[in-house]
Structures are given as structure tokens and as C-alpha cells.
């Protein structure tokens, strides 16, 4: 994982244009930041990773890494709770019946002012 990420809007992905996205993203970025990598989320979830800060229309969300680490509820609660962070969307990896109890979790007690995602069970991010 780099340190952006990007959710490409999912009419790119239904109509197989991701390559097409990724080459227009890397002549933004240029030659030294031009790398990108596809990290797949789930079965309907791919993302993309770059340490290249790139806005493009065709990216639904852009996220900034805040942390990689194994999805411990309480762990990550503490790191957002240092990190002004407070609420928290859960993005994948959560069983939907499961989702409201272990987003409480990740919540409990977060006061701050922003928002945070955290991902696949590996990493949190903040919406750009």
C-alpha cells in the first residue's frame, strides 16, 4: 500500500476502462510519481495506490494512508481518537450484519472533528 488511494468510479470498472483511468492518471502524475498498483478490496471493490496525489473525474474517492495495521477494533479506535478523528465509515471486510456493532467499536468515544476509513482490515485512511 502507498501512501494515496483511489476508489475508481465503478461504470469505469463495469466497462473495463481501468487500464485507460490508470494511463490517463500516470501522465498526470509524470515520470518520477507515475506508478500505480491495483490492490483489489473484494470480489466488487478495487483500488488503486500511488504516492502521487492525483485528482481525477473518474475516481469516486481519493484517501490519504493513514496507518497499515491489523483490524483490532480498540487498536484503532486509540489511533483515531490521537488523531482528532470523529466518525469512522467501514469500508469492506465487515460482514453486514456485523457492521453497526464493530463500527460503535471503532467509534466509542471519538469527539474529534474528522472523518476516517478504515479499509480491508489493513489500513486506515482519511477522505482527501
Known amino acids: 500500500m502507498k501512501l494515496f488511494v483511489y476508489e475508481p468510479e465503478p461504470s469505469v470498472?463495469?466497462?473495463e476502462l481501468l487500464p485507460e483511468l490508470v494511463e490517463s492518471m500516470m501522465q498526470m502524475a509524470g515520470p518520477i510519481m507515475g506508478a500505480f498498483e491495483l490492490f483489489r478490496v473484494d470480489k466488487k471493490r478495487l483500488l488503486l495506490t500511488s504516492e502521487a496525489l492525483?485528482?481525477?473525474?473518474?475516481?469516486?474517492?481519493?484517501?490519504?494512508v493513514l496507518k497499515i495495521c491489523p483490524f483490532?477494533?480498540?487498536?484503532?479506535?486509540?489511533?483515531?481518537?490521537?488523531r482528532?478523528?470523529?466518525?469512522?465509515?467501514l469500508r469492506a471486510g465487515v460482514k453486514p450484519e456485523d457492521y453497526w456493532e464493530v463500527r460503535n467499536e471503532v467509534e466509542k468515544?471519538?469527539?474529534?472533528?474528522?472523518?476516517?476509513?478504515?479499509?480491508?482490515?489493513?489500513?486506515?485512511?482519511?477522505?482527501?
Open 54 to 64: 492525483i485528482k481525477q473525474s473518474m475516481i469516486k474517492n481519493h484517501y490519504l
Open 72 to 82: 483490532e477494533p480498540r487498536a484503532i479506535n486509540k489511533f483515531l481518537k490521537d
Open 109 to 128: 468515544g471519538l469527539e474529534g472533528k474528522k472523518d476516517s476509513t478504515p479499509f480491508c482490515k489493513r489500513w486506515c485512511c482519511n477522505p482527501l
Open 13 to 15: 470498472v463495469a466497462a
Open 84 to 89: 482528532n478523528i470523529g466518525s469512522v465509515i
